[in-house]
């Protein structure tokens, strides 16, 4: 095994795991970031998202190995003091009841609005299709999305 160094939340990072070692676990077992969650591991539920130079990707189906050189964000990286629109929307629109889900739909949900301010019922549903919710908040969730664009649109957001 070799050394395998990539950028998570900032800082440079070096790990020695395996190259088909699942991201979700390296970020988790080794760099100790327990935000991101494992859900179903076969990149179907979303718990796991996690930004890969910017997108929204499925960490439990990533080998560490192609990830040598690139950027990671983590749920930790958004924003350590909560102050992301998405993150603060969240809370004020009470999303989160069990929570386990969330770390990857906020993620999701950063990412869309990275990419489309402006967003309509489709476009969240769309980007978020893939997410599983066990509590059901969906409609807390898109309220959530649209509260953050707004915030995004006039100008509060980044």
């Known amino acids: 095994m070799s050394d395998i160094t990539f950028t998570v939340n900032g800082r440079s990072r070096t790990v020695s795991d395996a190259p088909d070692t ?4 390296v970020l988790r077992d080794t760099l100790g970031l327990t935000g991101t969650k494992y859900g179903c591991g076969i990149s179907q ?7 890969l130079d910017g997108r929204a990707t499925r960490s439990c189906m990533t080998p560490v190995g192609s990830v ?16 992301h629109p998405v993150q603060k929307a969240w809370v004020a629109e009470q999303v989160p009841q069990c929570g386990y889900c969330q770390s990857g739909m906020l993620m ?8 489309t301010p402006r967003v309509t019922d489709a476009d969240i ?16 969730i898109r309220r959530a999305v649209h509260v953050a664009s ?9």
């Open 125 to 140: 549903d769309s980007a978020l299709a893939g997410h599983i919710c066990r509590c059901g908040t969906y409609q807390r």
């Open 108 to 115: 999701t949900a950063a990412d869309l609005l990275q990419r």
């Open 45 to 51: 539920c979303g718990a796991c998202t996690v930004h």
């Open 150 to 158: 707004a915030e995004i649109v006039k100008g509060g957001g980044r």
């Open 68 to 83: 040598a050189g690139r950027r990671i964000t983590t749920i930790e990286g958004l924003s350590p003091d909560g102050s």
């Open 22 to 25: 699942p991201l979700l676990w």
